[in-house]
C-alpha cells in the first residue's frame, strides 16, 4: 500500500477485555515497530520485527502484551485482560532499512474504561 | 531509564522568529538522529536527521545542530511559520550490530502564534 494502515483508528473497549490492533506497512518493508503513546508522555517502544521473527520484543509492558506478525507484512498487537493504564495512542511503523526511514501509521487510539 | 530527553513539554514563538527545540541524550552508543513532526491525529513524520560524523544538517528553514561532547541536539526552524504548530520528537538510532530501533524523547508541543 501507500503507507502505514493500522486499524481500528479508535477502539473502546471495557477493563478486562481482550483486543486485537492491526497493522498494514507498507508492502516490501521488512522491518515492522510497534510504539505507543501514552498521555504526556513521549514514544515508547514496544517490538520490532525483521521479516516474521521478533528480535526485540523488550519493551512489551507485561506478559498481557503480545505481536506476532505473519507472511513478512501484516502484525497484530494483542493486549489481554486490557486495565486502564493500557489506554494510549497505539503506533506502528515499518522501514525497508532498520532503524532509518520509519513511516508511521495514524495509531489506533485506544480507550479502556 | 530515558535515554532521549527533551526537558522543554511546550513551546510558544511569535511567527517569523526562530524556534529551538532542544533534545539531550545518555547513551554515547547513539550514531544517528532524528526529528519528527507530528499533527494530532495522525503518525509522526520524518523531519530532518544527522550522523554523528557531523555537527550540522540543514534542510530549507530547518537545521539541526549537534554537540557530540555535550550530548545535546537542537533544531532550529527559521523562520517560523502557523503550520510549523506541532509536536516535534526527537530520536536516537544504535550503530547496526546493536538494536535496531529508535529511541525517542517525550516531544515537545511547539505553537507559532500569528
Known amino acids: 500500500g501507500a503507507g502505514v494502515s493500522q486499524s481500528p483508528s479508535n477502539k473502546v473497549t471495557e477493563k478486562g477485555k481482550d483486543v486485537e490492533l492491526r497493522c498494514d506497512p507498507i508492502?516490501?518493508?521488512?522491518?515492522l515497530y510497534w510504539y505507543r503513546q501514552s498521555l504526556g508522555q513521549g514514544l515508547e517502544f514496544l517490538i520490532y520485527?525483521?521479516?516474521?521473527?521478533?528480535?526485540?520484543k523488550s519493551g512489551l509492558p507485561s506478559d498481557r502484551f503480545s505481536a506476532e506478525r505473519t507472511g513478512g507484512s501484516v502484525s497484530t498487537l494483542t493486549i489481554q485482560r486490557t486495565q486502564q493504564e493500557d489506554s494510549a495512542v497505539y503506533l506502528c511503523?515499518?522501514?525497508?532499512?532498520?532503524?532509518?526511514?520509519?513511516?508511521f501509521g495514524s495509531g489506533t487510539r485506544l480507550t479502556v474504561v | 531509564d530515558q535515554q532521549v530527553k527533551q526537558n522543554s513539554p511546550s513551546l510558544s514563538v511569535q511567527e517569523g522568529r526562530i524556534s529551538i527545540l532542544n533534545c539531550d541524550y545518555t547513551?554515547?552508543?547513539?550514531?544517528?538522529f532524528l526529528w519528527y513532526k507530528k499533527y494530532p491525529a495522525e503518525g509522526p513524520t520524518f523531519l530532518i536527521s544527522?550522523?554523528?560524523?557531523?555537527d550540522k544538517n540543514e534542510d530549507g528553514r530547518f537545521t539541526v545542530f549537534l554537540n557530540k561532547s555535550a550530548k545535546h541536539l537542537s533544531l532550529h526552524i527559521v523562520p517560523s511559520q502557523p503550520g510549523d504548530s506541532a509536536v516535534y520528537f526527537c530520536?536516537?538510532?544504535?550503530?547496526?550490530?546493536?538494536?535496531?530501533?529508535?529511541?525517542f524523547g517525550q516531544g515537545t508541543r511547539l505553537t507559532i502564534n500569528p
Open positions: 544527522i550522523s554523528s560524523i557531523k
Open positions: 547513551n554515547s552508543m547513539f550514531d544517528y
Open positions: 520485527f525483521q521479516g516474521n521473527s521478533a528480535p526485540d
Open positions: 530520536a536516537a538510532l544504535a550503530p547496526p550490530g546493536r538494536a535496531q530501533k529508535l529511541v
Open positions: 508492502s516490501g518493508h521488512t522491518a
Open positions: 511503523a515499518s522501514s525497508s532499512n532498520p532503524g532509518y526511514g520509519y513511516t
